[in-house]
């Protein structure tokens, strides 16, 4: 009996550091390969009426697909691939071939987020995408 | 004895305040590590315990990040100049939209602008590395 508590209390030890891990996604190696979803627009924005949801996909350890499913389609539509950097906590875009200094949107990664800002003619304010799927 | 005691003190709290590192001097700054662990009016960086740099010898530096619930990560070892007291940063694969980073020296403390928010590192000596 005092074996399987000290068994148990041993196991919950080892268990609970684990529990509080957030991947760190300013790595390159650990983005790639994951999925980020905004399907929470506010309420201002002209994506709140068009799209049901926005996605990045980070298909590798430097490029980034981004998908959108609006409301009046059957399926989500890839409409761009970005190549991309990690500059400490803030993702660079950028297009291969065009000039760099060019100016696109700049992401800055939180613990599970994603979140840029906008300001266009159509619609301000951030988009904060949430950690999707691997 | 006592006042003997007491001036003896007085004396190395003195000397101890006194005695400050020209950090300017390329041979004092390499071998120390500098680390900045209070974001204040950053939201951006809540999500990082501390980021530090590691003057490694005259020329490189590492930088390292540690974020909330991550073990310490080196993120890069970049050359690094000093003119003044001003450190020039060359990192690898820089931020193409930005221009190269700098430190500047500010008597015990390191300034280092990026993306408009200023990181105040102090000296970190608890740190087994000098």
């Given at each position: 009996m005092k074996k399987l508590l000290y068994f148990t209390l041993a196991f919950i030890s080892f268990l609970t550091p684990s529990c509080n891990q957030y991947p760190d996604f300013t790595d390159p190696t650990v983005l790639s390969g994951t999925t980020w979803r905004c399907?929470?627009?506010?309420?201002?924005?002209v994506y709140n009426s068009t799209y049901d949801y926005l996605e990045y996909k980070f298909i590798s350890t430097d490029s980034v697909q981004s998908w959108t499913k609006k409301k009046n389609e059957d399926s989500a539509k890839k409409t761009s691939t970005r190549y991309y950097s990690i500059h400490d906590l803030f993702i660079t875009l950028f297009v291969d071939n065009?000039?760099?200094?060019?100016a696109l949107p700049t992401i800055i990664i939180g613990l599970n987020t994603l979140s840029y800002k906008i300001n266009n003619s159509t619609a301000t304010g951030t988009i904060t995408l949430v950690f999707y799927e691997q | 004895m006592k006042k003997l005691v007491l001036v003896t003190l007085g004396l190395i709290t003195i000397l101890g305040f006194s005695c400050?590192?020209?950090?300017?001097d390329l041979n004092i700054l390499s071998g120390t590590t500098w680390r900045c662990g209070d974001f204040l009016g950053s939201t951006t960086y809540s999500i990082m315990e501390y980021k530090e740099f590691k003057f490694l010898s005259t020329d490189s530096v590492e930088e390292w990040n540690k974020l909330k619930h991550n073990p310490a990560k080196k993120r890069q070892t970049m050359f690094y100049t000093l003119k003044n007291d001003t450190i020039t940063l060359f990192i690898n694969h820089?931020?193409?939209?930005?221009?190269l980073p700098t430190i500047v020296i500010n008597g015990a403390s390191l300034n280092y602008t990026y993306r408009g928010y200023t990181f105040k590192f102090t000296r970190y000596k608890k740190y087994i590395f000098n």
């Open positions: 399907n929470d627009f506010s309420a201002d924005s065009a000039d760099p200094t060019k | 400050t590192y020209d950090y300017t820089a931020d193409p939209i930005l221009p």
